[in-house]
């Protein structure tokens, strides 16, 4: 089992910035990728940022330029950092890492989601 610890988020001003973390513990062999992801009411969960391994990053077209993402691999940890924030960036933030795990009947590679956090921009 993994567990995920999510933090940072809030409620904050429009053009006002956060930042979230995300820290993964466990029978960790490696981490293959982190991310966050994110979803508004009535949304479908959708892709904010995700980093792999070897730190390529990909990013929803919509927060391209404002948001980054970076992650500590010795604390196994992922941040996202969120700045010009805008009212359409309210949602709950997902935090989601893809492991591979220490099991019984040896290594699994398995995803995994945090609690979630709310972060709510007004206007």
């Known amino acids: 089992q993994v567990q995920l610890v999510e933090s940072g988020g809030g409620l904050v001003q429009a053009g006002g910035s956060l930042r979230l973390s995300c820290a993964a513990s466990?029978?960790?062999?490696?981490?293959?990728?982190m991310g966050w992801y994110r979803q508004a009411p009535g949304k479908q969960r959708e892709l904010v940022a995700r980093i792999r391994s070897r730190g390529v990053t990909n990013y929803a077209d919509s927060v391209k330029g404002r948001f980054t993402i970076s992650r500590d691999n010795a604390k196994n940890t992922v941040h996202l950092q969120m700045n010009s924030l805008k009212p359409e960036d309210t949602a709950v933030y997902y935090c989601?890492?893809?492991?591979?795990?220490?099991?019984?009947?040896?290594?699994?590679?398995?995803?995994?989601w945090g609690q979630g956090t709310q972060v709510t921009v007004s206007s």
């Open positions: 466990g029978r960790i062999l490696s981490i293959n990728a």
């Open positions: 989601n890492v893809l492991v591979t795990t220490a099991q019984a009947m040896g290594a699994m590679l398995d995803d995994y």
